[in-house]
């Protein structure tokens, strides 16, 4: 894929431009247990235009069903088979390697063990069961004697995977630890790595391919690491929303796999157009906002929303990456 050096501009919709919306969770539809604002009103209007909703999450905690539910319940009707997560990528991911009916020490929520069972594979508490594999997956209660467990089974050299390792989760009381700092108690206790199914790589888009069967996807996602990361690396396209984990200077900064095609402040930029960003003669220009080098950095002039003046730093930033923007965002409040 060719490095991106601005925000791409789309005529339509993105709810008629693409087919099936890839939703990550956490920072994007919900944070904790409540719904981010606008986004049950924006997925209920994309559903509405005929644009399939499949919810794909790194958080292997609960079941599919669970989410469904949850979801259902803030008022996005979904069914089990509309959420994909990394548990089920780790569990076809192990399937794939160890025999029909193995033990498996597994660390982690119901979504996890639901997952394994899934795949024909039984889940086992201890090190001292003789598991054929042993995997990581992100749970509320974790305990210290489970890191324990996992880090003697990886010590005996039983295969260790992991469903994600992202190092942290938004909650509605702010950012918490993830499966990934749980991951990096037991690399330090082993020396090890494990096989990782997670955003951004192969396996959770491979499994979120099989089961979406979506033709012109659109990954959208609050997660530079994951979501866009995980976009980049299977050619699709993908929307950022300023609604979890990332901050508009982390967005100016973004390397080029983390570049998204689309930015928006939450899910409503599901269901407008995007303006189209221009580079010329040193200046970059999105509606009415222009931003050029100037002695002290990056200088921004206009008015308007200001996340046009975003989209067009974006590309002053992407393609100067020498010059300071921290000046000219500051002016645009985000």
């Not at 919306?21 to 247990?33: C, E, I, Q, S, T």
């Not at 979904?78 to 498996?104: F, H, N, Y």
Request: glycine share 10%.
């Amino acid at each position: 894929m060719t490095d991106r050096t601005s925000p791409s501009g789309s005529a339509q919709p993105l709810d008629t431009a693409y087919d099936t919306a890839l939703l990550d969770l956490d920072g994007v539809v919900y944070k904790g247990g409540d719904a981010i604002d606008h986004a049950v009103e924006s997925l209920t209007a994309a559903r509405k235009d005929g644009m399939r909703l499949a919810y794909v999450t790194n958080n292997a905690a609960r079941t599919p069903a669970a989410v469904a539910e949850h979801l259902t319940h803030l008022g996005v009707p979904a069914a089990a088979e509309d959420v994909i997560t990394s548990a089920q990528a780790v569990a076809r991911l192990i399937a794939d390697e160890v025999p029909a009916g193995s033990k498996v020490l597994a660390v982690g929520g119901e979504g996890l063990f639901a997952a394994l069972r899934e795949r024909g594979l039984e889940p086992v508490e201890s090190a001292a069961d003789d598991p054929a594999a042993a995997v990581q997956g992100y749970g509320p209660e974790l305990r210290w004697s489970q890191l324990a467990e996992m880090a003697f089974a990886v010590n005996a050299g039983v295969p260790w995977f992991a469903s994600n390792t992202d190092l942290t989760i938004p909650s509605a009381r702010g950012i918490a630890p993830g499966n990934g700092a749980a991951v990096e108690v037991v690399r330090i206790a082993t020396g090890g790595s494990p096989r990782v199914a997670g955003k951004p790589l192969p396996p959770m888009h491979r499994e979120t391919v099989i089961r979406t069967g979506a033709k012109r996807p659109l990954v959208v996602g609050d997660r530079l690491d994951t979501d866009i990361e995980g976009a980049y690396a299977g050619g699709v396209d993908s929307l950022l929303v300023l609604t979890g984990v990332t901050t508009a200077a982390a967005l100016l900064a973004a390397e080029p796999r983390h570049r998204p095609t689309y930015v928006a402040r939450d899910l409503r930029g599901l269901l407008a157009p995007h303006p189209e960003v221009t580079w010329s003669s040193e200046q970059a220009r999105c509606g009415a906002w222009a931003v050029a080098p100037s002695r002290s950095g990056l200088s921004l002039t206009g008015e308007g929303d200001p996340l046009d003046g975003l989209r067009a730093l974006c590309a002053a930033a992407w393609t100067r990456p020498d010059l300071d923007p921290s000046a000219a965002l500051d002016a645009l409040g985000l």
